[in-house]
């Protein structure tokens, strides 16, 4: 049962432009997490967030804490080719922590 | 720093032969984690260990064993690899359980003919 679902599953944009990924689950997270995984390369932490509505920022990262804490999105602005890689959210629940399946986000130069 | 380290890099089994996969950490953490990555299934967690000499099931436990004889190291094994088990497999560390931050390896990539 997946219970994080991402969105969209592939991304391919430009050097400049600005995105969104979602991260969306019927259930309620303790925390949520998002990694970035570059090709070759196990997943590296960008942020955790724990409270309902937080919003963090990563330099041109922005991510997002659903207030009822079941979703979150990680919005990039200004796209850059270093950006590119896998991104993963991971919600904490009952003890366990569930990955999203992934967005494959390329940016062009 | 090495961080965290796994061997080999890639591997290719026939089916019915079995392998070990080493994992190892030096930031000194209790909590060590095996998963698999496979293509649109996101990582799901398969073995872990809480301290050295624990081991746990995770979401997908069938067909592997692990060992955490040191706390440094954590050895995942395929008995008899079937062709269900190609998948890149990575090894995590933390400090704490699974709501902290995972230090991951560079993963192993498996495939099993």
């Known amino acids: 049962t997946q219970l994080l679902e991402q969105s969209p599953q592939f991304l391919s944009i430009q050097e400049g432009e600005n995105l969104t990924v979602y991260c969306n689950s019927s259930s309620v997270f303790s925390s949520l997490q998002w990694y970035r995984q570059e090709p070759g390369e196990g997943p590296v932490l960008l942020v955790t967030?724990?409270?309902?509505?937080e919003v963090k920022k990563l330099k041109r990262l922005t991510f997002q804490f659903g207030d009822a804490r079941k979703d979150s999105s990680l919005h990039i602005t200004a796209a850059q080719p270093g950006d590119t890689g896998l991104y993963l959210c991971a919600g904490f629940q009952g003890g366990k922590l569930i990955f999203g399946q992934g967005t494959e986000l390329s940016v062009k130069p | 720093n090495a961080g965290v380290t796994q061997t080999p890099k890639f591997r290719v089994l026939k089916t019915g032969q079995s392998m070990t996969l080493l994992c190892a950490q030096d930031m000194n953490h209790e909590y060590m984690y095996w998963y698999r990555q496979d293509p649109g299934m996101g990582l799901r967690l398969i073995h872990y260990?809480?301290?050295?000499?624990?081991?746990a099931k995770g979401e997908v436990p069938d067909g592997y064993n692990v060992s955490r004889l040191k706390k440094q190291n954590f050895l995942l094994g395929l008995e008899s690899a079937a062709p269900s088990q190609t998948s890149v497999y990575f090894c995590?560390?933390?400090?704490?359980?699974?709501?902290?931050?995972?230090?991951f390896g560079p993963g192993t990539r498996l495939t099993v003919l």
């Open positions: 967030v724990v409270t309902g509505g």
């Open positions: 260990s809480v301290g050295e000499g624990t081991t």
């Open positions: 995590a560390s933390s400090y704490g359980g699974l709501a902290n931050e995972q230090f």
